[in-house]
């Protein structure tokens, strides 16, 4: 038994595929950036306003506990809000440039 799961095993590290590795030098790095909120109004690009827009459809689907004009008021201002999450991200004063601490709630600051 413990050789065939040994033998199993050195199967699988033999033939997985071996990860490269990047440096901070290179420009052509195989390592793609996933999230990202660099575009105001386009969520393809913004992990942020992704998960805004996720909420807002969530919102909509649950008319129990969620009335109609609450997510219309959050479309009528969407482009405010779409605003605001990019400000959060990249302007000061909410943007911390060296260490992201305003970015995250602190209840202590």
Do not use: C
């Not at 699988?12 to 109004?41: C, G, N, Y």
């Amino acid at each position: 038994m413990k050789r065939k799961i040994l033998a199993i095993a050195s199967v699988i590290a033999l033939t997985a595929p071996i990860q490269s590795v990047a440096f901070a030098h290179e420009s052509d790095s195989p390592i793609a950036l996933r999230w990202s909120a660099e575009s105001v109004h386009n969520e393809g690009v913004s992990s942020h306003l992704w998960i805004v827009n996720r909420a807002i459809d969530i919102m909509s689907q649950n008319t129990t506990v969620v009335k109609q004009n609450e997510t219309a008021l959050l479309n009528d201002w969407r482009t405010n809000l779409e605003e605001g999450i990019y400000s959060a991200d990249y302007k000061n004063p909410y943007y911390d440039n060296s260490t992201f601490a305003s970015h995250f709630y602190d209840p202590d600051s």
